[in-house]
T-cell receptor
Framework: DVKVTQSSRYLVKRTGEKVFLECVQD?????MFWYRQDPGLGLRLIYF???????EKGDIPEGYSVSREKKERFSLILESASTNQTSMYLC????????????FGNGTRLTVT | DQQVKQNSPSLSVQEGRISILNCDYT??????FLWYKKYPAEGPTFLIS?????DKNEDGRFTVFLNKSAKHLSLHIVPSQPGDSAVYFC????????????FGTGTRLKVLA
C-alpha cells in the first residue's frame, strides 16, 4: 500500500514566520503534489513536481515555494505566513504516466495567527 | 474559472437507497476522471476512475457514468450505507502533458440510518 506521510497533523504559526510542511512517500512515485483545501473551494493545486529538482506552479502558487531534493520528499514552504494561508494542506503522489490516481497524505491543518 | 464543478454542496439519502453525485466539466481536453472520498481529518482516498474511452465503470457498489457530449459525470452508490457519509470530490485530468488534476468543490453526502 502506498504511504504518503505528512510530518505534522496540526501547526499553529504566527504571521510573518517561515513555515515548512514536509511530505514523504514510500512508493518511488515520480510525481508529487501540494494542494490546499478550503470550504466551498475544494482542492486547489499549489505546486507539483514530476522529478527531483523539477517543479511547476499550480493554480495558486503565490506566497509559496517548494523543494524536491530527493525523490521521496516534497516540501512546501510559506516564505512569510499570512492569515489567508490558514488552511488544510494535502500532499499527494502518483507514478509517472497518465491515468494514475493520486495517493494523499492525511493533511496538515495550518493556522496562522 | 472553475473547470470542474459540483453544483450540489450537500446530499442526504436514506440507507439502502441510491446516492447520485454529479459533476460537470468545461475543458474538452479532460480525458481521465476520478472520484475521491474524504472523511474529516483524513486525506482523500481514491474511489473509482473512468477514462474518456468508456461511458461506464463499475466497482462493487460504486458506478461512474461519463457523458462526454454533455461534459458530465456522475457517481452512483447502491445501496447507500451510513459509512458512505463523507465529502466526495470529482477530479479531471488530461493524459497528455503534466498530469495535473483539477478538483471540484465537493459534495457532502449524508446517509441516514
Amino acid at each position: 500500500d502506498v504511504k504518503v506521510t505528512q510530518s505534522s497533523r496540526y501547526l499553529v504559526k504566527r504571521t510573518g514566520e517561515k513555515v515548512f510542511l514536509e511530505c514523504v512517500q514510500d512508493m518511488d512515485h515520480e510525481n508529487m503534489f501540494w494542494y490546499r483545501q478550503d470550504p466551498g473551494l475544494g482542492l486547489r493545486l499549489i505546486y507539483f513536481s514530476y522529478d527531483v529538482k523539477m517543479k511547476e506552479k499550480g493554480d495558486i502558487p503565490e506566497g509559496y515555494s517548494v523543494s524536491r531534493e530527493k525523490k521521496e520528499r516534497f516540501s512546501l514552504i510559506l516564505e512569510s505566513a499570512s492569515t489567508n494561508q490558514t488552511s488544510m494542506y494535502l500532499c499527494a503522489s502518483s507514478p509517472l504516466g497518465p491515468s494514475s490516481p493520486l495517493h494523499f497524505g492525511n493533511g496538515t491543518r495550518l493556522t496562522v495567527t | 474559472d472553475q473547470q470542474v464543478k459540483q453544483n450540489s454542496p450537500s446530499l442526504s439519502v436514506q440507507e439502502g437507497r441510491i446516492s447520485i453525485l454529479n459533476c460537470d466539466y468545461t475543458n474538452s481536453m479532460f480525458d481521465y476522471f476520478l472520484w475521491y472520498k474524504k472523511y474529516p481529518a483524513e486525506g482523500p482516498t481514491f474511489l473509482i476512475s473512468i477514462s474518456s474511452i468508456k461511458d461506464k465503470n463499475e466497482d462493487g457498489r460504486f458506478t461512474v457514468f461519463l457523458n462526454k457530449s454533455a461534459k458530465h459525470l456522475s457517481l452512483h452508490i447502491v445501496p447507500s450505507q451510513p459509512g458512505d457519509s463523507a465529502v466526495y470530490f470529482c477530479a479531471a485530468s488530461e493524459s497528455i502533458g503534466t498530469y495535473k488534476y483539477i478538483f471540484g468543490t465537493g459534495t457532502r453526502l449524508k446517509v441516514l440510518a
